[in-house]
């Protein structure tokens, strides 16, 4: 059995959140065939300190503490270069130097996030970089997006844009293959670059059917919102649903109210409770018992790139799914038959007053959806490219030796 070394800008437990649960799961699948060993940056005392897991996924896991001050002090000092705040973010002279020794002694290396792709870049051996989402077109998204061009992070967005491109368009070329979740990022950075997008592949992400059972309430009013809110993005579609959605719906349904289910900083969580009709239930071990009962699933993203998890799960939990177009990007359910797309914000109300007037049409909805998450989004399925890619890759690479 051949070893494996992942690398991963964030401690992937507890497996909470998209980014995590993505990685998660591709080690979980890579386990099966190799031996993993994950090196891993923490930014606190609490999560060096966290007990391992005992799920056999890894064999061994190193962490190494990078303090949120010395972060910031990084991306200062980048500001007068052409390096990604975001990589810059995540630099770390122990963590790299770590990365170098162990690499010695693996057969292959996988990095999450260009954040610590960069680590690896020019070590020899095989590599291969899971990108996720192309993150420059997430930053141009919200650059072009008038209703956020006067927030601070937009700002530094706008300024980060061009040379967060520059660096995802020429990473690629380090790595023997790289990852993305949706063909529309893999056009946004290659379409016209045929030998950089030859060394790119598409593997959407999945759901774990197990942990998400299907559970339509017939009864359910309540509206059903999901995301980690210490992004910009998720954030933002919060806020959209909590001050110009929902409002429409009350007017209407006055006992529907919006449940907020994922991390959220106190001062936010204390002004949408404030607000008419939301319930902030935060941070939860069991997204699907916080979910329970609710009526409709809604994602009203406007800001953002790639597969949005919070989309699957509403499908695989039984949840009639209402989102934006933006929402909907690498996914093949279509409007009307396994979910609702609406872009604005009538549009999205009369979506979800339609869906909770008519529980009949939305039960049907429900079993379309759990049935498409399960035909085209096992997680065992939609890895598994990547899984023989990287195995592939690496025996070639041993037989050449």
Request: include cysteine; charge should be positive; hydrophobic fraction near 45%.
């Amino acid at each position: 059995m051949k070893s494996l070394l992942i690398l991963t800008p964030r401690y992937p437990y507890p497996v909470v959140g998209g980014d995590r649960l993505r990685i998660y799961q591709l080690c979980k699948s890579l386990s099966a065939h190799h031996r993993l060993t994950l090196l891993s940056l923490c930014d606190s005392p609490a999560e060096m300190a966290m007990p391992l897991p005992d799920d056999e996924v890894f064999t061994s896991i190193e962490r190494v503490y990078l303090p949120r001050w010395r972060s910031w002090l990084n991306c200062l000092a980048a500001l007068p270069s052409e390096l990604p705040l975001q990589v810059a973010y995540y630099r770390h002279r122990a963590f790299s130097e770590r990365a170098a020794v162990l690499m010695a002694s693996h057969d292959g290396a996988l990095a999450h996030l260009i954040r610590v792709g960069d680590a690896i870049k020019d070590l020899p051996g095989p590599k291969f970089l899971e990108m996720t989402d192309a993150i420059s077109l997430n930053y141009e998204r919200i650059r072009e997006t008038r209703h956020a061009r006067n927030d601070l992070r937009s700002r530094i967005f706008a300024l980060e844009s061009r040379r967060l491109r520059r660096y995802e368009e020429a990473i690629v070329d380090h790595f023997d293959q790289s990852f993305l979740v949706s063909d529309i990022d893999r056009r946004f950075l290659f379409e016209n670059q045929p030998k950089r997008l030859a060394r790119v592949s598409v593997c959407s992400n999945g759901v774990d059917l197990h942990a998400l059972p299907y559970a339509f309430a017939p009864s359910g009013r309540d509206v059903v919102f999901i995301g980690n809110m210490h992004s910009l993005q998720n954030l933002d579609a919060a806020s959209f649903m909590a001050t110009e959605v929902l409002p429409l719906v009350r007017a209407r349904s006055p006992a529907t109210r919006l449940r907020l289910i994922g991390r959220i900083h106190p001062d936010q969580a204390s002004r949408f409770a404030a607000m008419d009709g939301v319930d902030v239930t935060g941070e939860v071990p069991n997204v699907a018992a916080a979910a329970h009962g609710g009526g409709v699933g809604i994602c009203p993203l406007r800001l953002g790139a790639g597969v949005q998890n919070k989309v699957l799960e509403y499908m695989a939990l039984g949840l009639p799914t209402v989102s934006t177009a933006l929402g909907l990007e690498g996914f093949q359910a279509r409007d009307g038959r396994e979910l609702r797309v609406a872009d604005d914000a009538a549009g999205l109300a009369q979506a979800v007053l339609d869906l909770l007037g008519n529980r009949t049409a939305a039960q049907s909805m429900a079993v379309a959806a759990r049935a498409y998450v399960e035909s085209h989004h096992s997680w065992e399925a939609r890895l598994a490219p990547l899984v023989k890619c990287i195995d592939q890759t690496i025996g070639s690479r041993a037989a050449r030796t």
